[in-house]
């Protein structure tokens, strides 16, 4: 059974920190692109960030220089490190393993973790 489980989200006031943790299990962890995704109060889900299992990273221009996305093969655990938070990154933020198969791709997501930024 694959299982994304985040944590570490709250309420934070604006230009505060947070990191996010995605634990996954049931699957072979350098072998995906993680990412993390959110989705704010009636708008679309948006990429925030990716990470290869080189190392290569990805941000939207929204949240680059701001957030850091890392990942830990040991404790097959991604983290989303939020830094100078708006109260526009008041989001739940997914977690996801994405990886493209020759026979078939696997998508799994992780049920969410609510990051809400006060002004």
């Known amino acids: 059974q694959v299982q994304l489980v985040e944590s570490g989200g709250g309420l934070v006031q604006a230009g505060g920190s947070l990191r996010l943790s995605c634990a996954a299990s049931?699957?072979?962890?350098?072998?995906?692109?993680m990412g993390w995704y959110r989705r704010a109060p009636g708008k679309q889900r948006e990429l925030v960030a990716t990470?290869?299992?080189?190392?290569?990273?990805h941000y939207a221009d929204s949240v680059k220089g701001r957030f850091a996305i890392s990942g830990d093969n040991a404790k097959k655990t991604v983290y989303l490190q939020l830094n100078s938070l708006k109260p526009e990154d008041t989001a739940v933020y997914y977690c996801?393993?994405?990886?493209?198969?020759?026979?078939?791709?696997?998508?799994?997501w992780g049920q969410g973790t609510q990051v809400t930024v006060s002004s």
């Open positions: 996801n393993a994405f990886h493209r198969g020759n026979a078939y791709d696997s998508n799994y």
């Open positions: 990470i290869s299992s080189g190392g290569s990273t």
């Open positions: 049931g699957i072979i962890f350098s072998a995906y692109t």
